[in-house]
C-alpha cells in the first residue's frame, strides 16, 4: 500500500515562504514521478510541479516558475516543494502525489494513482 503524507502548510504573508514536505512508504520510491497539485475552494485540483525519479527533470506550471522549487530526496523517500515570494492566489489544499508506473510524468490530476490527505496554505495580503 503506497501511503504519501504532506507537512508544512501554514499561514504566511504575502511575500513569504514556506516548505512542504511529503514521505512515501509502502514501495521503493526511486524511480517514480513524484507531483505536487493545489486545489482552491470551488476549483478543479491544479498542476503545480512535478520531479521525476531521479531528480534530474522538473516541470511546473507557469503560474509557479521563478517561485517554486520542487526536489527530492530518495536517501529519505521525500520530495519537498520550496514556495518563495508567496501570494494570496497561492492559497489552497496543497497535495502530493504519484504514478504507478515509471515511464510517465504526467501534468494533470488524471494521471495520478496515489495521492496524499493535503496540507492547507494559507497566504494573507
Known amino acids: 500500500q503506497v501511503q504519501l503524507v504532506e507537512s508544512g502548510g501554514g499561514l504566511v504573508q504575502a511575500g513569504g515562504s514556506l516548505r512542504l514536505s511529503c514521505a512515501t512508504s509502502?514501495?521503493?520510491?526511486?524511480?517514480?514521478?513524484m507531483g505536487w497539485f493545489h486545489q482552491a475552494p470551488g476549483k478543479e485540483r491544479e498542476f503545480v510541479a512535478a520531479?521525476?525519479?531521479?531528480?534530474?527533470?522538473?516541470y511546473y506550471a507557469d503560474s509557479v516558475k521563478g517561485r517554486f522549487t520542487i526536489s527530492r530526496d530518495n536517501a529519505k523517500n521525500t520530495v519537498y516543494l520550496q514556495m518563495n515570494s508567496l501570494k494570496p492566489e497561492d492559497t489552497a489544499v496543497y497535495y502530493c502525489?504519484?504514478?504507478?508506473?515509471?515511464?510517465?510524468?504526467?501534468?494533470?490530476?488524471?494521471?495520478?494513482?496515489?495521492w496524499g490527505q493535503g496540507t492547507q496554505v494559507t497566504v494573507s495580503s
Open positions: 502525489a504519484t504514478v504507478r508506473h515509471t515511464m510517465v510524468v504526467p501534468r494533470v490530476a488524471s494521471g495520478y494513482d496515489y
Open positions: 520531479v521525476t525519479g531521479s531528480g534530474a527533470y522538473t
Open positions: 509502502g514501495r521503493t520510491f526511486s524511480p517514480y514521478v
